[in-house]
């Protein structure tokens, strides 16, 4: 009795497991539907099976990229169930994607709309905090993300002049307490990238000079971690949902 029940359970959980995938599977496939609603539905089950601490059965390798083209929808409701979503991935696939990442929320900070812009800077906001410093090193992540910025606020004098598109983007009908999370948020970018290093274990905050700076100059502990200066290839020209 006690092996037949133990067979019949261990049966049970993988007829769980398949039916997982493939709901996973059909509201994967719905996140390209042209219906607000039904993508935002289909979040919300994603997000409600991520949340729940279940195995979502699909690596977020495949679901990441089918999330991030939504950054840029105009269903102000779509993008706030986006959002709570992507707070769920786990830190290590967020590293593993930061570059897909950033190249979406250059295409959200510069849009037409200023509530896309509002959401791609808090999308941004949580990458950082997740990933700063694998978003500075990542390949473009630091020059085009601030070139972002600078369109953003409005400081590109010479697209200004011009009249580009990103500088008749730029602050319109800005408010103070939109530009004041734009600077907290281009503050969290500069400290990702020029702040002080953080020492690499606990015995490094107590060591005494000349050891002070020691892991600064130990072997990386990451892959390709060279990347951003793009040593082996030439560089890309912008695509069309880069900042120019």
Not at 41 to 68: C, D, F, H, M, R
Not at 191 to 209: F, L, M, N
Request: include cysteine; hydrophobic fraction near 35%; aromatic fraction near 6%.
């Amino acid at each position: 009795m006690g092996s037949s029940a133990k067979k019949k359970k261990e049966r049970k959980k993988d007829f769980q497991k398949t039916k997982l995938k493939a709901q996973v599977a059909h509201h994967l496939s719905l996140l390209n539907s042209h219906s607000d609603s039904q993508c935002r539905e289909s979040l919300a089950y994603l997000t409600n099976v991520t949340t729940g601490k279940v195995q979502t059965a699909q690596p977020w390798a495949l679901i990441i990229p089918k999330l991030l083209p939504l950054m840029t929808r105009a269903s102000s409701s779509l993008r706030t169930q986006l959002i709570k979503l992507l707070r769920s991935i786990p830190p290590r696939d967020v590293k593993d994607n930061v570059q897909l990442f950033t190249t979406y929320i250059r295409s959200a900070m510069t849009s037409l709309s200023v509530d896309i812009r509002t959401d791609g800077i808090e999308i941004l906001s949580w990458l950082l905090e997740a990933a700063g410093s694998d978003v500075v090193r990542s390949r473009d992540g630091w020059t085009k993300v601030l070139k972002c910025f600078v369109a953003v606020l409005g400081w590109d004098k010479a697209a200004a002049s011009n009249g580009g598109r990103l500088a008749s983007t730029a602050r319109p009908n800005a408010t103070d307490k939109a530009t004041a999370r734009q600077l907290q948020v281009l503050g969290l970018l500069l400290r990702s990238g020029i702040g002080c290093a953080e020492p690499s274990s606990d015995e490094d905050e107590h060591v005494t000079p000349p050891l002070w700076f020691t892991y600064q100059h130990l072997l990386p502990r990451q892959t390709n971690c060279f990347a951003h200066l793009d040593l082996f290839a030439q560089t890309q020209e912008e695509d069309e949902l880069s900042c120019k």
